[in-house]
């Protein structure tokens, strides 16, 4: 499956645009306002694509981290960096589920991990297995995680006609329902809770317990 998408966004990197599907575009914005950016955050952007959404947190923050399974993504990322002069961000190749696979990123103290878009190619056992990996990658400095995605939370054969204007493609992308993707951090540190933006997009936010 990695190989499968790693081929597809290799080759969709030079014309991939992040804001194509409106609700793609809303869900990176609530993502970032939850995220909650201030000047000693490090954060984490797992699947970061051609790293518009880290790029611009970086403006607040103090470092960002973008990780994506794309090379071809990765060097759109470090374009964008350069030609907005944004010197406080750094891109390294990572899955879900091996997120540091050329980065320690245990080393980087991480505040915040953030997702966009992302989980939905996953499965929802490895859904699972990608929050414990985002658990564990944070540590300790880890106060939030913040994922927003294609979510089920109404049944999606009663509204056809709005999978275009998700980018959701069946067959393709594996969504959950909001309450699978909530059950991803049963027995956690973390208290999650779900934001609605469409009957099949939401976010999540998790907060850890103190």
């Known amino acids: 499956m990695d190989e499968a998408v790693k081929k597809r966004f290799d080759s969709a990197s030079k014309e991939y645009v992040t804001d194509r599907?409106?609700?793609?575009?809303?869900?990176?914005?609530?993502?970032?306002?939850?995220?909650?950016?201030?000047?000693?955050?490090?954060?984490l952007d797992i699947g970061c694509g051609p790293g518009k959404q880290i790029i611009d947190l970086c403006a607040s923050i103090k470092q960002g981290i973008g990780i994506d399974i794309s090379d071809g993504m990765l060097e759109e990322?470090?374009?964008?960096?350069?030609?907005?002069?944004?010197?406080?961000?750094?891109?390294?190749?990572?899955?879900?589920?091996?997120?540091?696979?050329?980065?320690?990123?245990?080393?980087?103290?991480?505040?915040?991990?953030?997702?966009?878009?992302?989980?939905?190619?996953?499965?929802?056992?490895?859904?699972?297995?990608?929050?414990?990996?985002?658990?564990?990658?944070?540590?300790?400095?880890?106060?939030?995680?913040?994922?927003?995605?294609?979510?089920?939370?109404?049944?999606?054969?009663?509204?056809?006609?709005?999978?275009?204007?998700t980018g959701y493609v069946p067959g393709i992308d594996v969504p959950s329902t909001v309450e699978e993707m909530c059950g991803c951090f049963a027995n956690t540190s973390f208290v999650v809770e779900a934001h609605k933006l469409h009957p099949l997009v939401g976010v999540l936010i998790a907060k850890k317990l103190p």
């Open 77 to 165: 990322a470090r374009k964008n960096a350069r030609n907005q002069n944004v010197a406080n961000v750094e891109f390294h190749i990572g899955t879900f589920d091996k997120p540091d696979k050329n980065c320690n990123l245990k080393e980087k103290h991480i505040t915040k991990i953030i997702s966009n878009y992302a989980l939905h190619h996953l499965s929802l056992k490895e859904k699972q297995q990608a929050v414990g990996q985002m658990i564990a990658t944070g540590g300790p400095s880890l106060q939030s995680i913040v994922i927003g995605d294609l979510m089920f939370f109404e049944d999606p054969e009663n509204i056809q006609d709005e999978f275009e204007t």
């Open 21 to 43: 599907f409106v609700w793609r575009y809303r869900s990176a914005c609530l993502v970032s306002k939850l995220a909650e950016p201030c000047s000693n955050d490090i954060i």
